[in-house]
């Protein structure tokens, strides 16, 4: 089995670095629709606290705010929003973790290793519980050698389901060519696997990085990656770790890529929202971790100490 990084210590780790404490904090307003996170880990909605086992990460919140699904160490738990909800065992075999809902919220996508690599399955989703997995593709694998926090999210093996319900976008699949490390998307009509964009492990004549944790527009047009990459054709050395932004099924590559928020910004959350620019981030503020609002003007709001969120209407 190849081996990769467990996404629970990789939030774990990242939970350290950025010193996240066990009670969140809010610094502004909510925004339109429900906000998850983690902090101290555990999953928030809201500035309200859904668990408290400390062990949790990467919350998406099902399409109608009814549920929340995370992973919890190399498993899927399912937890209700309403007050007093218990969490419950959604996925535990094959090391599974990360997660996305369908739009409609009645199918959920999810990773799991097995014996020939990383696998995506799609389970039907009703009533709590999971029937029905099915096989899709291939993802990874996932770039190693970067240091810091881009050392963290490089391995992160995040999935992002279209709004218009017709692409998961992922890290890995078939990269093109000499290349070692890809962002793909699996078309669910024609069960194919479109190539959006590759990086090299190898040095040379070739961009060398990473980028992954994919975000959807609310009009499935434009495609959110958290990034770190560097350039020899054009000298550049390594580069800050930001969020990039280019035209789903446009052109993706380096010089079509448009930077949002600041340098050191990662996970982005458009807004679910239609013809809205606004949207959220995890940044770094007074050397803590902040879901952060950032608006078309490049202002921001510090929303709730945090990481890792996820934002649905």
Excluded: K
Aim: glycine share 14%.
């Amino acid at each position: 089995m190849r081996t990769v990084a467990r996404a629970g210590a990789v939030i774990a780790a990242l939970a350290l670095s950025t010193a996240v404490p066990a009670t969140a904090a809010s610094a502004a307003g909510p925004v339109i629709g429900h906000v998850a996170y983690v902090s101290g880990g555990n999953v928030w909605l809201d500035g309200r606290q859904l668990t408290h086992d400390g062990n949790d990460n990467w919350p998406r919140v099902r399409p109608g705010g009814d549920a929340v699904v995370y992973s919890h160490g190399t498993e899927l738990w399912l937890v209700g929003t309403a007050a007093g909800a218990t969490p419950h065992l959604l996925v535990e075999t094959g090391g599974v973790d990360r997660a996305a809902w369908s739009p409609d919220g009645t199918r959920l996508a999810y990773i799991a290793d097995r014996d020939l690599g990383t696998a995506i399955f799609i389970a039907d989703y009703a009533a709590g519980a999971l029937s029905h997995a099915t096989f899709t593709t291939w993802g990874g694998p996932f770039p190693t050698g970067h240091t810091g926090w881009a050392a963290l999210l490089e391995q992160s093996r995040a999935l992002a389901w279209s709004p218009d319900g017709r692409y998961i976008a992922f890290a890995g699949g078939e990269c093109l060519g000499m290349y070692d490390y890809c962002v793909s998307a699996y078309n669910l009509t024609t069960g194919g696997t479109l190539d959006i964009l590759n990086f090299s492990g190898s040095g040379g004549e070739l961009h060398e990085g990473f980028a992954n944790i994919p975000a959807f527009s609310a009009d499935s047009a434009t495609l959110y990656l958290s990034t770190q990459f560097d350039d020899p054709i054009h000298g550049t050395d390594v580069g800050p770790l930001h969020v990039a932004t280019c035209p789903f099924l446009g052109n993706c590559y380096f010089d079509h890529q448009v930077q949002v928020g600041v340098d050191g910004d990662t996970v982005a959350s458009p807004s679910p929202l239609t013809g809205t620019a606004t949207l959220l981030v995890t940044a770094g503020h007074s050397g803590q971790a902040w879901v952060t609002r950032v608006r078309a003007d490049g202002s921001r709001s510090y929303l709730y100490q945090g990481y890792a969120q996820d934002w649905v209407a």
